[in-house]
């Protein structure tokens, strides 16, 4: 049985490259007997290997492939870098958990009936009593490329395969449709709810999930879950302008925002802003995965025709590779996903067509922080010649054919809505939703709402 590293992306160890140094973690050499004391618990392998891989900001991550009596398993471990476990001494240990593992299964078993192409989930525990001394998620591992290392490499061809395995997976978003607005959590949250697999070949419980409305602190537990875009809009802006107002003693920056915000949402209603748009775009409630960017999206190059008998000659396999394409193996990067109405889950993927990361040339506002609602909305116009000639057969390639499968949905759906979705009245309520949905807490937040104020001012003679 092995533990050794079977080599890593970045394998430097200097203080500035690792968590260890970054985030005051057990040293990896350390750590992987755990992890592997773990693997052990989980099932009977004959041999576990563990790779080191560089985690994101809130987990630490550890690729683990198990050599079973009759097959292999590659999976992945992701650890929470700062685990949420209610401090109840060393008594309450045991009863102890941290409820976002919880979601994260919930999520990830929701998506699996769902069919969303999300990785499957192996086993869990959302307690610290596990050999790692902390909760953990154990995933499939895909074999498929991140987007953003690839894309830019591919040809024309493979791009359009790729603008279509994105178009099916946004409209599949569509389909999954919820009674109500907010996060996706699991039904129950509490230390009953059985929190592991403690076997690998053992049945992992069911757990239910359910929408938990949106909420504007830690502090206040009203929920606020309306499938309407107007009503959800407003009232989380009342809702922060109100806790705002009791909380700050004379006036500042940040109770001035909330004023104008709340101001700058009844003008769009008095414009007919939500009246002017489709009821099937302002109401109801749909899948949203908030940081759909290419590197969390795994592609991969798959079939499309069954082969039996294998291939003998040259010109067979180059009949095989004649139907290879490109695909969506596994989205990645579920936490926190959200129930939204359709309009506020709108952004165009702009990167299908405008993968260049050369900022000199591509005139960013200042505080464009990977949110295309910050773009111009003409960015992106024939007049512009931002894009050459096969960049805007991307966009157009996309365009129609996210317009004729949403056709199947809703029949009234057609090109003039999706641009008033995504370039018009819909990228106005989106700027004033995030500021709604996720609140403000720093400085870049106030420059936001600034340039929000000011370009608003400038548009809004249009739609009076």
Same mark, same amino acid.
């Given at each position: 049985m092995s533990s050794g590293s079977t080599g890593q992306s970045s394998s430097s160890s200097t203080p500035n490259s690792t968590s260890t140094y970054e985030y005051s973690h057990e040293p990896y050499d350390t750590f992987k007997a755990k992890v592997l004391s773990l693997?052990? %618990?989980? =099932?009977?392998?004959?041999? !576990?290997?563990?790779?080191? &891989?560089?985690?994101?900001?809130?987990? @630490?991550?550890?690729?683990?492939?198990?050599?079973?009596?009759?097959?292999?398993?590659?999976?992945?471990?992701?650890i929470p870098r700062f685990p949420d476990i209610p401090d109840a001494g060393e008594e309450g240990r045991t009863g102890a958990i941290d409820v976002n593992i919880l979601d994260q299964a919930a999520i990830l078993q929701f998506l699996a009936k769902k069919l969303i192409p999300a990785p499957r989930l192996?086993?869990?525990?959302?307690?610290?009593?596990s050999a790692i001394e902390s909760p953990y998620i154990f995933q499939e591992f895909s074999g498929g490329s991140a987007l953003d290392l690839v894309y830019g %490499?591919? =040809?024309?061809?493979?791009? !359009?395969?790729?603008?279509? &395995?994105?178009?099916?997976?946004?409209? @599949?978003?569509?389909?999954?449709?919820?009674?109500?607005?907010?996060?996706?959590?699991?039904?129950?949250?509490?230390?009953?709810?059985m929190t592991k697999a403690s076997r690998l070949d053992d049945t992992l419980q069911d757990l239910t999930s359910a929408v938990k409305g949106f909420t504007i602190s830690t502090e206040d537990d009203s929920t606020y879950s309306s499938c309407s875009t107007k009503a959800l809009i407003g009232q989380l802006l009342a809702a922060r302008k109100e806790e705002d107002e009791t909380e700050s003693r004379k006036p500042n920056k940040v109770s001035s925002m909330w004023s104008g915000l709340c101001d700058m949402f009844?003008?769009?209603?008095?414009?007919?802003?939500?009246?002017?748009?489709?009821?099937?775009?302002?109401?109801?409630?749909?899948?949203y995965h908030w940081d759909l960017e290419p590197?969390?999206?795994?592609?991969?190059?798959?079939?499309?025709?069954?082969?039996?008998?294998?291939?003998q000659h040259a010109e067979e396999r180059h009949e095989e590779l004649a139907t290879m394409s490109w695909t969506i193996d596994r989205v990645i990067d579920w936490d926190r996903v959200q129930a939204v109405p359709p309009l506020l889950a709108r952004k165009p993927p702009v990167w299908l067509w405008d993968f260049s990361e050369d900022d000199e040339h591509s005139s960013l506002p200042s505080i464009y922080d990977g949110d295309v609602d910050l773009l111009s909305a003409s960015r992106y116009d024939r007049d512009e010649g931002r894009l050459d000639t096969q960049s805007q057969l991307l966009r157009t390639h996309f365009e129609e054919g996210f317009i004729r499968q949403m056709q199947k949905l809703y029949p009234e759906y057609n090109a003039e809505i999706y641009r008033e979705e995504t370039y018009g009245r819909g990228r106005w309520l989106r700027r004033l939703a995030r500021f709604a949905i996720h609140g403000a807490s720093d400085n870049q937040d106030v420059k936001r709402y600034t340039a929000l104020e000011r370009e608003w001012c400038t548009v809004r003679s249009q739609y009076e």
């Open positions: 693997t052990q %618990s989980l =099932s009977s392998t004959q041999e !576990i290997d563990l790779q080191r &891989a560089r985690g994101g900001s809130y987990n @630490r991550v550890v690729i683990a492939r198990l050599t079973l009596a009759s097959s292999c398993l590659a999976g992945i471990f992701r192996i086993a869990f525990d959302a307690s610290p009593n %490499s591919m =040809s024309h061809g493979e791009k !359009i395969e790729i603008v279509d &395995a994105l178009t099916d997976f946004l409209v @599949r978003m569509e389909h999954v449709q919820f009674p109500a607005c907010g996060l996706l959590v699991a039904e129950s949250r509490s230390s009953s709810t009844d003008h769009m209603c008095s414009l007919g802003f939500f009246s002017s748009l489709n009821q099937f775009s302002v109401d109801g409630s749909i899948l590197r969390n999206i795994l592609v991969k190059q798959a079939s499309t025709k069954d082969h039996n008998a294998s291939i």
